[in-house]
């Protein structure tokens, strides 16, 4: 996969995950990111991977995530794999 389209499938990722107040507050208490750390991560594929990487490791959101964007798991895989994260077998 391409780097930009793997940017693209994080940033849609993110978009998805701070649009619902639960989702994104489970997102800060989990990594320890700050929203100042989001914004200051957009366009780092280690940033952008490592968003892809938190929502592969919960299979309820990355299947909704997946559903809402009408896309694979497996694209979602390969995006983190694309922006550096290690191999994921899902």
């Keep these: 996969m391409a780097i930009d389209d793997a940017m693209a499938v994080a ?3 993110l978009v998805w995950i701070v649009s619902d107040e639960a989702r994104a507050e489970r997102l800060l208490a989990l990594t320890g990111l700050s929203p100042d750390d989001l914004r200051a991560g957009l366009g780092q594929p280690a940033m952008m991977a490592n968003l892809l990487g938190y929502l592969t490791q919960y299979e309820p959101d990355l299947i ?3 559903e809402a ?3 694979d798991p497996a694209t ?3 995006a983190y794999v694309a922006l550096g994260g290690q ?3 899902g």
Excluded: Q
């Design 87 to 89: 191999h994921w077998e």
């Design 76 to 78: 979602i895989a390969a």
């Design 64 to 66: 909704a995530f997946a």
């Design 11 to 13: 940033l849609n990722a």
């Design 69 to 71: 964007e009408t896309i």
